[in-house]
């Protein structure tokens, strides 16, 4: 019979968890309310800000891709201190509530610094030839706003996702059947927020006033928080396993110590502390460099100490933790590039919207709003795979939908198209452009020339962050969950920055010496086509490259989770 009790998780008493009284979709569902609202403000600014960058700030429209970018680089690459902090510290629960206070503080403070005119260059006309950039103080307020709101994003984003997979026990079947359809509810929520965001609220900040925008983002976080810790007596709780840095800077460095010595071959020999435990991994032959941190050597035991110095001696369990982060990491190289494509949906896509026809009747879309286009296909793709895709896989191949290396697999494709495809719309554009005036600030032709763009890199996104976030989750070691979604987080990150050296470097090259700036600060005089069009080069050997990596990992089976929670001997086949 299964306990009423959950083994691994305790109550907010900490006491063993009671199966009837905690967990389950409530409780999951009262978290995901803080991640739709973290979602409401950070896309709600994104998707807007680099208009606000270059028609109130007044700055270059190259200066201005690249501060969204780096502000969201920044955001997800803080999801490492998260998970850092959530993992060693204070668990995922006061992580998420420390953190969603501080971007609700982030939110208030943009709410001001956008309502007051003495925190903004003076307004810009048309007929003007030349518009006063923000000063060092005006920039200064608004990046303490921005990335008071990006460190807590970062805090938020390590945990929300981990927390809410704690609120299912992975071994009783019923729950776990739960968790399987968790991660694609998870993104649908993350998508009902982003589809707020860049039709109401970018329509409230074109139409009414930015602040009004910020402030109701602000108090729709205040409102998630105080419905998050409603959920305090139904939670289940982790306890912490360490820091999982620290155990793999361990592992590292004993094997450095032992770099000279060899490798007994016989691997029972290597140091284990509980053979036949339950939470045992059994030792596999990929990353052999590595068991050299469990080999037992003079001096490996303090005087008068039965237990190891963990900084000399480790077990072959925790040595298996680190190479099991180790094979993530290749898939993780690979799917940074997707992210750099999904940058341009935010800025230079953007931009191009607001060059175009985008009157339906007598409303005019805003620029920003376009989005709506990224977001309904990410919507469509997920409950298409939901409703219809799982349940027929089910059927056809009794497996519960794609597996997470083919919906990555299938994103960086849909990424690649959608460039392809910017490239061509971009040109169409470009001739319009030249031949109407290039310094028309409407060309008559309609912004739904954007929308295979917008719409291939949604459903892309909706396959690979879903594809991303179960791989990292369940091919990591129990007590690194935090850790590996941080690391998930960061190929964002580094999308974003690897968006923002690109243009940097293309704007050097192709913009010295008198050249035909690819990026030119009105984009009718630039080459946009050509940089989509590298962009899809990029993706055609990116995705070589990951079909490659995910060849060599071959994903586990449900022994695999086994093998973690139970010690079951699984055959090593990376």
């Known amino acids: 019979m299964m306990s009423w009790t959950v083994a691994d998780a305790v109550n907010y008493k900490g006491l063993p968890a009671d199966r ?20 409401l403000s950070t896309m709600g600014i994104a998707v807007n800000l680099v208009t606000y960058l270059g028609g109130t700030m007044h700055l270059p429209s190259a200066a201005s891709a690249n501060i969204v970018t780096d502000f969201m680089g920044t955001a997800f690459l803080l999801s490492l201190l998260g998970g850092f902090l959530a993992d060693s510290f204070l668990g995922r629960y006061k992580t998420i509530a420390i953190f969603a206070l501080i971007q609700a503080m982030g939110t208030g403070m943009l709410t001001v610094t956008t309502g007051l005119p003495q925190l903004r260059p003076p307004t810009c006309h048309p007929h003007d030839k030349y518009c006063e950039p923000a000063n060092g103080f005006e920039m200064g307020i ?22 809410g997979t704690d609120q299912f026990d992975e071994k009783d079947e019923k729950e776990k059947s739960q968790m399987a359809y968790f991660f694609n509810r998870f993104f649908i929520f993350i998508s009902i927020g982003t589809l707020a965001a860049v039709t109401v609220l ?24 105080i419905i998050f810790f409603s959920g305090t007596k139904r939670y289940r709780y982790k306890r ?14 004993a094997a450095t110590r032992k770099r ?37 050597a003079q001096g490996d035991f303090d005087d008068h100490d039965l237990n190891p110095n963990p ?52 409303f005019k879309i805003p620029a920003g709003s376009l989005t709506v286009f990224f977001v309904s296909a990410i919507l469509i793709t997920l409950i298409m795979y939901d409703r219809f895709i799982m349940p027929l896989w089910q059927k056809l191949k009794g497996k519960p939908g794609f597996t997470s290396l083919q919906k990555i697999a299938i994103g960086l494709v849909l990424s690649t198209m959608g460039m392809g495809i910017a490239a061509l719309v971009e040109m169409k554009r470009l001739s319009v452009a030249k031949s109407t005036g290039r310094n028309l600030s409407t060309l008559p032709i309609s912004v739904f020339y954007l929308i295979p763009q917008f719409f291939l890199v949604g459903a892309g996104e909706g396959f690979i962050y879903t594809g991303q976030l179960d791989f990292f989750i369940t091919q990591s070691p129990k007590g690194m969950k935090t850790m590996s979604t941080g690391l998930f987080l960061t190929t964002l990150a580094l999308g974003f920055f690897v968006s923002s050296f690109l243009v940097s470097i293309i704007k050097k090259v192709t913009g010295s010496n008198g050249g035909h700036d690819w990026l030119a600060d009105n984009i009718n005089y630039g080459r946009l086509d050509c940089f989509y069009g590298l962009l899809a080069i990029l993706g055609v050997i990116n995705f070589g490259l990951y079909i490659i990596c995910a060849t060599w990992f071959k994903p586990r089976k449900d022994k695999y989770m086994e093998t973690i929670n139970n010690g079951n001997v699984v055959e090593d086949k990376c």
Not at 240 to 253: A, D, E, N
Not at 266 to 290: A, K, W
């Open 202 to 225: 970018v329509y409230v900040q074109d139409e009414v006033g930015r602040s009004w925008a910020y402030g109701i983002c602000c108090i729709s976080m205040v409102i998630a928080i």
């Open 311 to 362: 900084w000399k001696l480790c077990t072959v369990t925790r040595v298996e933790e680190v190479k099991m982060m180790a094979r993530l990491i290749p898939i993780w190289a690979t799917t940074i590039l997707f992210w750099t494509t999904y940058a341009q949906m935010i800025t230079f896509s953007v931009e191009q919207a607001a060059t175009m026809e985008r009157n339906v009747g007598k």
């Open 260 to 296: 000279n010595m060899d490798v007994p071959y016989d691997v029972g020999m290597l140091y284990e502390t509980n053979p036949e435990g339950s939470s045992r991994i059994q030792h596999t032959d990929q990353f052999r460099c590595l068991d050299k941190a469990a080999i037992v």
């Open 142 to 163: 608004l990046y303490l706003a921005l990335y008071l709101i990006a460190l807590g994003t970062g805090g938020l984003k390590s945990s929300v996702s981990g927390f």
């Open 240 to 253: 912490s396993s360490g820091s999982p840095i620290v155990q793999i800077f361990q592992v590292i460095l």
């Open 20 to 39: 009837t009284k905690t967990g389950g979709w409530v409780p999951a569902a009262l978290v995901l309310g803080i991640e739709i609202n973290e979602r």
